[in-house]
């Protein structure tokens, strides 16, 4: 079940640190650098799952095809839950793309809910549009649903 957010009013950003690795996703900005250590701390909440190549897989246009070659698809990718349901690739975009040139179908990724990676966003203002963003999805997705049908009991008839 998909859940309305509370927005925290105690959040603390996450720190940048020099050389931290960040995505930005519009106005959302996390920090990959401390996502990973997080993951690589031991947090065994965090699902490793294998995911499609296709489903993620994107023509980079930035991509650095001499770099690829360096690539280890091996490490797992970083995939986090941008809306109820649905997932971007945050961290492996060059795995992604080595893995779709060696025709490989899938690859392993860290799968983050929203109550894992939201700790990662690097701002106040972002993390208080990020719930609010979220929330609204939850809310469309509610609209979108189909009401459920009541079953009534069948009034008995007479003998």
Known sequence: MIHILKANRNFCPCPIDDGDELFPNGIFEFNV??????????SSDIALVEIKVSDFYREFSSINES???TVDISRPVVIAE?????YNLIDGHHRVEKAQFLSRESVSAYKLTVHQHINFLTSRSAYLAYVEYWNDK??????EMPKKSVARPRPKLPS
């Open 67 to 69: 770099h690829l070659q």
């Open 82 to 86: 941008i809306s109820p349901g649905r």
């Open 138 to 143: 939850v809310r469309q997705l509610e609209r």
């Open 33 to 42: 650098t401390k996502m990973l250590e997080y993951i690589q701390n031991g």
